[in-house]
């Protein structure tokens, strides 16, 4: 939540005329930021549950927040109904206060979503600096940083770099990744990561009075190795190691601390090149190899051997390592010279152990080192350590303590990515029963921690709602009405709000066919006709026309399946060209033309029994001419081959009875035999379709279809026009809807 404050106004009218109120006229300030028990439920769910108990559309629903909105809608309050895939917006501002990000650098105020500045003031662009100092200038600290680079050449501990007390912004990179592993230590002598050769699990831990973040190489996105990262400040001086495995790919540090007269890992001006210097190395050349092995080989050893001592000298600022139980007459290159001994002191005073330092952990074997203090010889009365001689100080040995096992524990790891994308899905985790001994962790048998619930192993996750397909139309009428064909559907991708979307949001393995082939049966028979022939068969009297019928299978007729069944049109057609002048005899007219343009065909002629009166003609019966023999009517007459010609099926129905629809006929080239033939003129093909009823539809009005309710647009982006309920209580917009979807425009 916030509070505000208000700028004040000027009542006196003398005053009002000179002074106005500039600036902002209300500022907010963040209060109640402390963090709200995991338990407890976010402001936005409580705001959503609020209407639990209100009904929507005459239906009781349980609402949680939708946070799948961008913009100046994330002060909105957007409910989803639980169980549902709509979301509702339940009010158009939320309480002032609520998250507006995730991270919640962000707030809602008056509707709008408002970033929180350092001073918690909301609006305020004041940052956090380097140095920790909200609105600062980077100037009241110094930023550290080097490149750890030495190149080692023996396996186990390295010092790397010595983090001062005071240190903030703390972060230890690997530059690149490696198998080898890096490591913290305190003064005092506490492993705090990875340390007696025990290797420890990624997370945090808490070390010189601050959390230490560490990472692995594969908890990190880049290429970048293992990592220590911390806030700060330290209350002591930490040292960071390597366990050397591998080439060293060299180790970033950087950290800052306060003021400007802050000691600084910087290289001093006596140092020789190459000369590496507290944790530094910069390689000129191969002439520091001899030292750089002294140094490894006296820090392995120091490693093995117990704890170094190590004191800073203040008017020098140098550092040493010194072993009481030991004289090396090899100095390591990387440590300067000590300061020159101060003058001896008294021997009234000695050093005394007076106790020991708490032990470094409360079970599985721990540490503690002697205290020693300067006391005087005959009273013991503990003194100030400058009456003592530093180099007569014993070196505090390592003692063990509370050495009785840890009890076992549930050590939980990281949870696996979802194993989808959208929609639920399963992660899993690593759940071992461990047990630390000895600073190191070890895994045990399960039945050590049996007297602790386990923890789940599996969890069902959601990073988001998928998308889905959605079938927007019915099958279309098959593509053709006998034989196989083809018919098509609509089917579109649709996210959870409804919007149509691409469909490689959808998962294409469950994509709904959009085309398929559909059988109508076989293809009735059809009678295929030619054009009547244009010349009579007799020149005189009554004649006939011909034309050529064949009965074929076709893929559009709507004929029954009987076949071409007995209604065979007729091949001849009779004709008359006038009457023909006769004599008393039998009189044979003139051949008709071949009953065939091509091919083989039939010539009739007319034959009858005349008597010839001068100009004229008189018919007689046949059997006054019967003792005459009578001429053949009929012969077979041969023509020029016919070749191919073009045959065709009747019209079938109109595709449609309203709107342009459309109407096809079957057309066939055949040659002589009445085979298939590609020798038809392509010019002299006839039409195989045509449009046809092109007057417009009439749409069918239902008067007691009409919408009930106001917000029947929120049914239908709801998608609830399935239900019979809303279908009838929004009939009118449902059926819209429905009618769009169809393509239906009307009556067929």
């Known amino acids: ?51 639990n108990n209100k009904p929507f559309m005459g239906r009781f629903y349980e609402w949680e927040p939708f946070a799948e909105v961008k913009g100046n809608r994330k002060c909105e309050l957007n ?47 004041k940052v956090v600096d380097k140095c920790g100092v909200c609105g600062g200038d980077n100037t009241g600290c110094q930023v550290v940083s080097g490149v750890f680079k030495h190149a080692l050449t023996s396996l186990g501990y390295h010092r790397v770099v010595e983090i001062p007390q005071g240190a903030t912004k703390i972060n230890i990179t690997e530059m690149h990744k490696s198998n080898n592993y890096l490591a913290l230590r305190s003064r005092s002598g506490r492993s705090i990561i990875n340390g007696n050769w025990a290797i420890d699990r990624p997370g945090k831990y808490e070390g010189g009075g601050t959390m230490f973040t560490y990472k692995r190489p594969n908890e990190i996105s880049s290429t970048a190795g293992e990592s220590f990262l911390a806030e700060g400040p330290t209350n002591e001086i930490l040292d960071v190691y390597m366990i050397h495995q591998q080439p060293n790919p060299g180790v970033h540090y950087e950290y800052v601390i306060m003021g400007t007269n802050a000691i600084s890992p910087q290289v001093p001006p006596h140092r020789r090149p190459g000369e590496p210097f507290n944790g530094q190395l910069v390689t000129e050349g191969r002439g520091q190899e001899e030292g750089e092995e002294k140094e490894r080989n006296e820090e392995k050893e120091d490693l093995h051997r117990g704890t170094p001592e190590i004191f800073t000298s203040e008017s020098t600022q140098t550092f040493s390592v010194r072993h009481p139980d030991r004289f090396s007459s090899h100095r390591p290159d990387n440590l300067v010279p000590p300061a020159p001994q101060p003058p001896r002191r008294s021997r009234d005073h000695n050093w005394k152990q007076l106790g020991t330092t708490e032990c470094s952990t409360t079970c599985g074997k721990g540490s503690q080192y002697p205290i020693f203090r300067c006391v005087h010889r005959s009273t013991h009365e503990e003194v100030p350590d400058g009456y003592c001689d530093s180099s007569m100080k014993p070196s505090p040995e390592e003692e063990p303590c509370n050495i009785f096992p840890c009890p076992a524990f549930w050590d939980i790891g990281e949870w696996s990515e979802c194993s989808k994308t959208c929609g639920l899905g399963m992660q899993h985790r690593q759940v071992l029963c461990r047990q630390v001994y000895a600073n190191r962790s070890l895994t045990v048998q399960p039945y050590r921690c049996q007297h602790l619930e386990k923890p789940e192993t599996t969890s069902t996750c959601q990073l988001k709602i998928c998308s889905e397909w959605q079938i927007r139309t019915d099958w279309t009428s098959c593509s053709v009405p006998c034989g196989v064909g083809q018919r098509t559907r609509d089917v579109k991708c649709v996210s959870n709000i409804g919007d149509v979307v691409d469909d490689e949001e959808c998962n294409m393995k469950l994509r709904p ?30 004649g006939v026309r011909t034309r050529s019928v064949v009965c074929m299978t076709n893929h559009v007729s709507s004929l029954p399946l009987e076949g071409c069944g007995n209604n065979r049109p ?6 008359d060209n006038g009457p023909c002048t006769g004599k008393v005899e039998w009189f044979a007219g003139s051949w008709s033309q071949c009953s065939v343009e091509c091919g083989s065909g039939t010539q009739q002629r007319e034959v009858i029994c005349v008597r010839k009166n001068a100009d004229t003609f008189e018919v ?124 239906f425009l009307g009556s067929r």
């Open 620 to 743: 007689l019966d046949p059997y006054e001419c019967s003792f005459l023999e009578r001429p053949p009517s009929q012969q077979s007459c041969h023509l020029k081959p016919c070749g191919a010609k073009w045959f065709n099926t009747e019209w079938s129905m109109c595709s449609k009875s309203c709107q342009s629809g459309f109407r096809v006929r079957e057309v066939r080239c055949l040659s002589d035999d009445m085979t298939l033939s590609n020798l038809c003129d392509p010019q002299l093909k006839p039409e195989e379709k045509e449009s046809c009823n092109p007057q417009d539809c009439v749409p069918e009005v239902d008067e007691n279809c009409k919408d009930r309710y106001y917000n029947c647009n929120v049914v239908v982006q709801a998608r609830l026009c399935v239900y019979n309920y809303y279908k009838t209580a929004c009939c009118a917009s449902c059926t819209r809807v429905a009618n769009r979807h169809s393509g």
């Open 79 to 125: 409910c989803q109904a639980m169980g549902y895939r709509f979301y509702v917006r339940q009010a158009e501002k939320v309480i002032d206060g609520t998250p507006c990000d995730q991270n919640g650098t962000a707030i809602c105020v008056s509707g709008q979503c408002k970033s929180i500045g350092c001073d918690d003031y909301l609006g305020s662009d």
């Open 1 to 51: 939540m916030g509070a505000h404050r208000v700028a004040p106004s000027f009542s006196q009218p003398a005053r009002s005329a000179a002074i106005s109120c500039t600036g902002a006229y209300r500022q907010y300030k963040m209060c109640n930021t402390n963090v709200c028990p995991e338990s407890s439920r976010s402001i936005r769910e409580v705001q959503c549950a609020s209407y």
């Open 570 to 575: 007729a091949e001849a057609t009779p004709c």
């Open 513 to 542: 066919n959009d085309i398929e082939n559909c059988d109508m049966g076989p293809c009735a028979k059809s009678w295929f006709l030619t054009e009547w022939s244009e010349r009579c068969s007799a020149e005189c009297g009554a």
